[in-house]
């Protein structure tokens, strides 16, 4: 006895094909979106470690002052400018691009905070 090999309906494999490939496809391009976008979102977040900083700054300046250290030494331990008068706690965010400075590179200014010395 000699069984008989049913062939099957061909015509549903190439639209099954390309259906697999566009989910493939449709997959890739949102892992691609979503690291794009992760990438983005995690390089726009810059200044709120630069405020914590400051925040920080300013406490701990509080701190020394009113246990009695002179100004003068504060300022020197912290980044102080002063203005109109006024002193200040300046921060900055720098970003190089083109690589390293010496050889070229663009210093971009990404964050920058000034916040007024508590009195």
Do not use: H, W
Not at 29 to 36: E, G, K, R, V, Y
Not at 90 to 103: M, P, Q
Request: hydrophobic share 40%; glycine share 10%.
């Amino acid at each position: 006895m000699i069984k008989k090999i049913k062939t099957f309906n061909k015509k549903g494999d190439l639209p099954v094909t390309l259906l697999v490939i566009g989910i493939f496809a449709l997959c890739g391009f949102a892992l691609l979106t979503f690291f794009i976008s992760d990438f983005r979102a995690g390089n726009s977040f810059v200044g709120i470690s630069i405020l914590q900083k400051v925040n920080s700054n300013a406490d701990e300046y509080s701190f020394y002052k009113n246990n009695g250290m002179k100004e003068d030494k504060l300022k020197t331990f912290f980044n102080i400018t002063e203005e109109y008068g006024r002193n200040y706690f300046y921060e900055e965010k720098f970003e190089t691009k083109g690589g390293v400075l010496f050889f070229g590179g663009k210093k971009v200014l990404l964050f920058s905070v000034q916040y007024q010395v508590p009195s």
